[in-house]
Structure formats: C-alpha cells, structure tokens
C-alpha cells in the first residue's frame, strides 16, 4: 500500500484551477531562474505566470471578496510573495504592485471610490506583508 503524505493549509481561501500569465512592468533587480517557486514563475522580462493550484487568501481586511477583486487579489498575493522571497526588492516595488492591484480591480468592473480605498488600505497597511521573511516550515505528514 503506497503511503499519502500531505500538509495542512491555513489561512487560504482560494485556488487557482489553470495557469494565469500576465505582463507586468515589474522586474527583478538581479538575474534569477525563470522559475521562483512551485507555483509561480518569473521572467526577466516581467512575464508573470501562475501555475495551476496556486492557493492564496483572495482579498485581505475588512472587505468583501467579490468578482471584480479576485484576479487583483491573485496578481497583488503573487506579487508580494516575490517580495517576501527577495525576488523583487518590497521598498522599490511594493508601491507599483499596489497599483497594478488598483489597475486590475478597475479594469475588472470595480467602482473608482472602491479601487481609490482598497489601494489606501493595501498601501497603508500591507506593508508586512511583503517584507521579506524566512521560509515558513511546513510539517509534511505521512498516513498510514
């Protein structure tokens, strides 16, 4: 009998059911391998792409996950896990996330007023989340 292993999540709400690509204006500081980790892969040329099963928290704080904040959502989680990962450098580029986050919800339906706070409170707000830390250790289990 083959054995399972798996680990828990915590803290998601969301995961991505095939790969999203997107052009960004971002761009790292250093040369670095195409691919950053499991699920994302970056290129020099600020071609990001998100794998398929990529999970994240979808929008954070008091707000209401709706459609036209999903894929800024997903964009702006991916974008500060490069940052955390010191793939991009957060005091130079987290402002520009911010705004390609503002960018995508507007482009996807969401009022001006809406867009206008949700940048406010990622700008102000967000901040630890895109300094770089150590990798998290996640127990692997294995069952039987």
């Known amino acids: 009998m083959k054995k399972v292993r798996y680990?828990?999540?915590?803290?998601?709400?969301?995961?991505?059911?095939?790969?999203?690509?997107?052009?960004?204006?971002?761009k790292p500081l250093k040369r670095i391998r195409r691919t950053?980790?499991?699920?994302?892969?970056f290129s020099p040329h600020g071609l990001l792409t998100i794998k398929k099963h990529y999970a994240?928290?979808?929008?954070?704080?008091?707000?209401?996950?709706t459609r036209d904040f999903i894929r800024g959502s997903l964009v702006h989680d991916a974008l500060y896990q490069l940052m955390r990962e010191s793939v991009l450098d957060y005091r130079?580029?987290?402002?520009?996330?911010d705004e390609i986050l503002r960018e995508l919800v507007l482009e996807d339906g969401m009022c001006?007023?809406?867009?206008?706070?949700?940048y406010q409170a990622v700008h102000l707000?967000?901040?630890?989340?895109?300094r770089p830390q150590p990798e998290r250790k996640s127990k692997t289990i294995t069952v039987p």
Do not use: C, M, N
């Open 7 to 26: 680990r828990k999540l915590t803290g998601y709400k969301y995961q991505l059911k095939r790969k999203y690509a997107i052009q960004i204006d971002l």
């Open 36 to 41: 950053v980790s499991e699920y994302l892969l």
């Open 56 to 65: 994240w928290d979808g929008p954070s704080g008091p707000t209401i996950d």
């Open 92 to 97: 130079i580029h987290r402002q520009r996330a």
């Open 112 to 118: 001006k007023f809406r867009a206008w706070y949700v």
């Open 125 to 130: 707000f967000a901040e630890g989340g895109a």
